[in-house]
């Protein structure tokens, strides 16, 4: 079963704006990831935090981690239309065994 | 990182026909893993791929429907056999680095099938 859900499901905002995208899970986590993918192409990795983190950030990205709530955001700051792309969670369990992607954010940013 | 190729890029094919999907990958990796992302849809994993033993199938998804090679540590192969239009997807495969699943995946660039 769907382990990751995100919300919004799509997201539109002007260049320049912040974007913010949530990911909900059920169960136990070692890590949670966020992942990009453009036109149905191949996903990127864009940042790993692990269950004993709660913020990470890398250039325009911030993550947040709550495991006492089973959640995580994505913050793309000063949003530009080469940010435009799905993004996907994707949750590891404890045992290290499965490997569950979340349906994604549809993120369009307008020029 | 792993940089990773996949083939064909794209492909249509007629119902009823199969397809083998290539995925090379530039190093040797333990873990490979195929994936299908059906139209506007999130990625389920098909299997896992490990070199020298037989590929773990997830639940859904059978040995007869989609064989998977896995002859050495650089390369696997998904083939889709007997196809309908519901087999419509992108399919990818991805690998780990060492420390498996704790570290993140690498994607190849997925091959887009259409089946008429």
């Known amino acids: 079963s769907q382990q990751g859900e995100e919300d919004p499901q799509a997201l539109s905002i002007q260049e320049g704006e912040n974007a913010t995208m949530n990911c909900s899970y059920k169960t136990s986590i070692n890590n949670l990831q966020w992942y990009r993918q453009n036109s149905g192409r191949g996903l990127v990795h864009l940042i790993l935090i692990r269950s004993n983190e709660r913020e990470k950030h890398s250039g325009r990205l911030r993550v947040t981690l709550d495991t006492s709530k089973k959640s995580s955001s994505l913050l793309i700051t000063a949003s530009r239309a080469a940010d435009t792309a799905s993004y996907f969670c994707?949750?590891?369990?404890?045992?290290?065994?499965?490997?569950?992607f979340g349906p994604g954010t549809r993120l369009s940013v307008l020029p | 990182s792993a940089v990773i190729s996949q083939k064909p890029s794209r492909d249509i094919c007629q119902r009823g026909t199969s397809l083998t999907i290539q995925c090379q990958v530039d190093?040797?990796?333990?873990?490979m893993f195929w994936y299908r992302q059906q139209p506007g849809q999130s990625l389920t994993l098909i299997a896992t791929?490990?070199?020298?033993?037989?590929?773990?199938?997830e639940s859904g998804f059978v040995i007869d429907k989609f064989p998977i090679s896995r002859p050495n540590l650089t390369f696997s192969t998904l083939t889709v056999s007997n196809m309908s239009p519901e087999d419509s997807s992108i399919y990818l495969c991805?690998?780990?680095?060492?420390?498996?699943?704790?570290?993140?995946?690498?994607f190849g660039p997925g091959t887009r099938l259409t089946v008429l």
């Open positions: 190093s040797q990796v333990t873990m």
């Open positions: 994707a949750t590891v369990r404890r045992n290290g065994q499965n490997f569950v």
């Open positions: 991805s690998v780990v680095g060492n420390g498996g699943l704790y570290n993140e995946q690498f």
């Open positions: 791929a490990n070199q020298g033993s037989e590929a773990t199938y």
